[in-house]
């Protein structure tokens, strides 16, 4: 089982790939090939409480996942391309809230409402 070392590591990893850019999407199998590389256990599968401490890790870095890793599994990869999700910067989510705040109106509002 990866250590809280290599769950710390691969999120330090994670964040780096951001590259200063608001957001990457990418297939949750690229985070489980990264945790193995790291972790040099190639049978290493993220399930819940992986999952957690991995998000918890990115939380530290200020990189929160969209939809969680938990919410998404690597059987989904085999009925369709994906899952994939987002790796977003709190700085981005905090100028969101604020736009919404500042020059917020119905179309801006509606799109929080609904999504």
């Not at 256990?41 to 998000?55: G, H, N, P, S, V």
Request: net charge positive.
């Amino acid at each position: 089982m990866p250590t809280r070392h290599d769950v710390e590591s691969v999120a330090r990893k994670l964040r780096s790939r951001l590259n200063g850019h608001a957001f990457q999407t990418l297939p949750r199998m690229e985070v489980t090939k990264l945790l193995r590389e790291v972790s040099g256990e190639d049978a290493t599968r993220i399930k819940k409480d992986l999952a957690m401490q991995l998000e918890g890790a990115l939380l530290k870095q200020g990189v929160r996942c969209y939809p969680s890793l938990a919410e998404t599994s690597t059987g989904d990869t085999v009925r369709r391309i994906g899952p994939e999700f987002s790796l977003v910067s709190e700085s981005v989510i905090l100028a969101m809230v604020v736009a919404l705040i500042a020059v917020g109106g119905p179309s801006m509002e509606r799109g929080w409402v609904d999504g």
